[in-house]
Protein backbone atom coordinates (compact mmCIF):
# COMPACT_ATOMS: atom_id res chain seq x y z
CA UNK A 1 0.00 0.00 0.00
CA UNK A 2 3.23 2.53 0.84
CA UNK A 3 4.49 1.65 -2.53
CA UNK A 4 1.18 2.00 -4.75
CA UNK A 5 0.69 5.59 -2.31
CA UNK A 6 3.46 7.14 -3.55
CA UNK A 7 2.92 6.23 -6.97
CA UNK A 8 -0.31 7.21 -6.78
CA UNK A 9 1.09 10.82 -5.31
CA UNK A 10 3.28 11.32 -8.13
CA UNK A 11 0.58 10.28 -10.52
CA UNK A 12 -1.97 12.71 -9.55
CA UNK A 13 0.62 15.79 -9.11
CA UNK A 14 2.04 14.99 -12.81
CA UNK A 15 -1.40 14.95 -13.62
CA UNK A 16 -1.76 17.86 -12.54
CA UNK A 17 0.26 19.75 -15.18
CA UNK A 18 -0.90 17.76 -17.98
CA UNK A 19 -4.50 18.49 -16.85
CA UNK A 20 -3.53 22.33 -16.52
CA UNK A 21 -2.62 22.21 -20.20
CA UNK A 22 -5.54 20.16 -21.74
CA UNK A 23 -7.31 23.23 -22.75
CA UNK A 24 -5.14 23.66 -25.40
CA UNK A 25 -6.91 20.91 -27.11
CA UNK A 26 -9.63 23.64 -27.83
CA UNK A 27 -7.41 25.91 -29.94
CA UNK A 28 -8.73 24.72 -33.08
CA UNK A 29 -11.52 26.10 -34.20
CA UNK A 30 -14.25 23.54 -33.84
CA UNK A 31 -12.73 21.57 -31.69
CA UNK A 32 -15.46 22.53 -29.05
CA UNK A 33 -17.91 20.39 -30.79
CA UNK A 34 -16.05 17.23 -31.53
CA UNK A 35 -17.23 14.67 -29.03
CA UNK A 36 -13.47 12.29 -29.06
CA UNK A 37 -11.75 15.90 -28.06
CA UNK A 38 -14.41 16.60 -25.28
CA UNK A 39 -14.09 12.89 -23.89
CA UNK A 40 -10.08 13.04 -24.22
CA UNK A 41 -10.26 16.37 -22.10
CA UNK A 42 -12.86 15.12 -19.73
CA UNK A 43 -10.91 12.14 -19.04
CA UNK A 44 -7.26 13.90 -18.65
CA UNK A 45 -9.01 16.20 -16.52
CA UNK A 46 -10.57 13.61 -14.20
CA UNK A 47 -6.99 11.69 -14.01
CA UNK A 48 -5.12 13.61 -10.70
CA UNK A 49 -8.74 13.70 -9.17
CA UNK A 50 -8.99 9.93 -9.39
CA UNK A 51 -5.37 9.27 -8.38
CA UNK A 52 -6.13 11.63 -5.12
CA UNK A 53 -9.73 10.01 -4.50
CA UNK A 54 -8.48 6.65 -4.61
CA UNK A 55 -5.22 7.55 -2.52
CA UNK A 56 -7.66 9.17 0.18
CA UNK A 57 -10.43 6.05 -0.42
CA UNK A 58 -8.00 3.00 0.06
CA UNK A 59 -6.24 3.90 2.73
CA UNK A 60 -10.04 4.89 4.63
CA UNK A 61 -10.77 1.11 3.73
CA UNK A 62 -7.68 0.03 4.46
CA UNK A 63 -7.78 1.28 8.09
CA UNK A 64 -11.33 -0.48 8.44
CA UNK A 65 -9.39 -3.44 7.44
CA UNK A 66 -10.72 -4.19 3.75
CA UNK A 67 -7.90 -4.87 2.45
CA UNK A 68 -8.52 -6.84 -0.54
CA UNK A 69 -11.04 -3.84 -1.61
CA UNK A 70 -8.50 -1.13 -0.68
CA UNK A 71 -5.97 -3.04 -3.04
CA UNK A 72 -8.29 -3.61 -5.66
CA UNK A 73 -9.35 0.12 -5.97
CA UNK A 74 -5.72 1.36 -6.10
CA UNK A 75 -5.26 -0.55 -8.86
CA UNK A 76 -8.72 -0.36 -10.91
CA UNK A 77 -9.85 3.14 -10.82
CA UNK A 78 -6.82 4.77 -12.38
CA UNK A 79 -6.51 1.79 -14.76
CA UNK A 80 -10.21 2.97 -15.91
CA UNK A 81 -8.94 5.96 -15.94
CA UNK A 82 -5.82 5.63 -18.14
CA UNK A 83 -8.07 3.11 -20.45
CA UNK A 84 -10.76 6.14 -21.08
CA UNK A 85 -7.62 8.42 -22.01
CA UNK A 86 -6.35 5.46 -24.38
CA UNK A 87 -9.92 5.27 -25.82
CA UNK A 88 -10.39 8.84 -26.22
CA UNK A 89 -6.97 9.31 -28.07
CA UNK A 90 -7.41 6.20 -30.42
CA UNK A 91 -11.30 7.93 -31.08
CA UNK A 92 -9.54 11.27 -31.81
CA UNK A 93 -6.71 8.86 -34.06
CA UNK A 94 -9.27 7.22 -36.02
CA UNK A 95 -12.49 9.08 -36.08
CA UNK A 96 -11.30 12.09 -36.11
CA UNK A 97 -8.71 11.70 -38.25
CA UNK A 98 -5.86 13.23 -35.37
CA UNK A 99 -7.51 16.54 -35.42
CA UNK A 100 -8.98 18.24 -32.27
CA UNK A 101 -11.29 19.52 -34.74
CA UNK A 102 -13.20 17.36 -37.42
Given at each position: ?13 G ?14 P?SE ?10 S ?12 V ?7 Q?M ?22 I ?13
Open positions: MIVTSILLGIAAFGTFVAAFGVMMFDAGNAPGTIALFAVCAFPIVCGATLGSWILYSRYKLACAITVALPLLNALAIVAAIWVDTVQAGKFAP
